[in-house]
């Protein structure tokens, strides 16, 4: 398989300035999603609805459609983000750049790190790795990769791959639930180990290169 790039013109005045209404419409869906799911866990939390199910049936769904959503939205928008910046400064791979997205990533952790403490001081549960910890590490790990298309779909079929091997070797401790190993007692409140959730975002980074060009969009 050809690694193959999208490459970006690096003239500025080609800088395509318009917000894309479909990611922004997305965007929009997921963030009304995830409010719909995060009441209900507060009815269920609060005792307002002690019986309500959350982790499995339609809700379970629901909240992996939802973060999946989000995901892939992570993963386009960075590769729209890049091209961008690219485009303006004219340089790939150059260290501000980089320092951009690192501590991006930084501050998207940081906060998924105040959701640990919360739950841990709060008595609700614990969070190792959320999805804000997950988009955190996927700003930072997905940066070399962010030019590809073909390479990231290729790897998103490999995460899947080993995020179900994961899932089903058996452990007796739970220092690398960040990658999914855990032991079958592990009920965290928040979940989203790098395998395979970081896949998604590659996959959503093939999809940003596919779908958006230098121009802007490329079918739409």
């Given amino acids: 398989m050809i690694a193959t790039k999208a490459k970006p013109n690096l003239s500025a005045a080609t800088v395509p300035s318009q917000r894309f209404w479909e990611i922004d419409m997305l965007r929009g869906v997921a963030i009304v999603m995830m409010v719909i799911f995060h009441l209900l866990w507060d009815f269920w939390a609060f005792q307002i609805v002690p019986n309500l199910v959350l982790y499995a049936g339609f809700w379970k769904y629901f909240q992996r459609t939802t973060a999946i959503s989000f995901l892939l939205l992570v993963g386009v928008s960075l590769t729209v983000s890049y091209r961008r910046s690219v ?37 609700f549960g614990y969070v190792h790795i959320g999805i804000l910890h997950l988009i955190g590490l996927a700003i930072i790990l997905s940066y070399p990769l962010l030019e590809y298309r073909w390479v990231n779909l290729a790897l998103w079929v490999l995460f899947v791959i080993i995020g179900g ?12 639930v960040w990658l999914g190993l855990h032991r079958p007692d592990y009920y965290p409140l928040d979940y989203f180990p790098i395998f395979p959730w970081l896949g998604v975002v590659l996959l959503g980074i093939f999809l940003g290169n596919t779908f958006y060009g230098p121009q802007g969009r490329i079918i739409l």
Avoid: H
């Fill in 87 to 123: 485009q303006k400064n004219g340089k790939r791979g150059s260290r501000g750049l980089w320092k951009k997205f690192l501590w991006r990533g930084v501050r998207i952790f940081a906060v998924g790190m105040g959701f640990t403490l919360f739950g841990m001081l709060s008595g």
């Fill in 165 to 176: 091997i994961v899932r089903s070797t058996p452990m007796t401790d739970n220092w690398l």
